[in-house]
């Protein structure tokens, strides 16, 4: 089974993920990871984006989890109260194959987001993985 690690941010880049959410929706995405057959090794969040970990299943496409995942948190957040009533994902993510040795390099990248991100934005993280990894990429579709 492969391992992916998972990027999507908020629609807009909207900070929306707040802290006294931020563990009940890791789990509630770790379960959605599971139910897919695809089980988390590490989540974790921003105010603004995610980060996800995993064993892609051998029966069902990435596309497929991400959009379970994606949906499916969606929809959970907005039932967390009123200030959560116009939370959306943003259409587009970031997912990436990660070999083994890179295995703890990229969970401990995960588990130190909120350090990470007090000299990083996340704009910058993403189109700075992008260009390590060689994705060509157009910011005029890049940040919806």
């Given amino acids: 089974m492969r391992k992916s690690t998972l990027i999507f941010s908020t629609k807009y880049r909207r900070s929306l993920i707040h802290d ?3 563990d009940e929706l890791h789990g509630y995405l770790v379960g959605i ?3 897919w057959d695809s089980p988390s090794i590490i989540t974790n969040t921003e105010p603004d984006h995610a980060h996800v970990f ?10 497929e989890v991400i959009e379970a995942v994606k949906k499916s ?3 959970w957040i907005k ?3 009123p200030e959560y009533a116009d939370f959306y994902w943003q259409t587009g993510y970031g997912a990436y194959a990660v ?6 390099a990229v ?3 995960i588990a ?3 350090e990470h991100h007090r000299t990083v934005s996340f704009q910058d993280e993403l189109r700075t993985l992008f260009q390590e990894n060689g994705i060509k990429f157009d910011e005029r579709y890049l940040w919806d």
Avoid at 54 to 63: D, P, V
Wanted: glycine residues 6%; aromatic residues 6%; hydrophobic residues 25%.
């Fill in 20 to 22: 006294d959410i931020r």
């Fill in 33 to 35: 990871l599971q139910a």
């Fill in 54 to 63: 995993f064993t892609l299943s051998k029966t069902h496409t990435l596309a």
């Fill in 73 to 75: 948190s969606s929809k």
């Fill in 79 to 81: 039932e967390k109260g």
């Fill in 99 to 104: 070999s083994e040795g890179d295995r703890h």
């Fill in 107 to 109: 969970i401990r990248y």
């Fill in 112 to 114: 130190n987001q909120r």
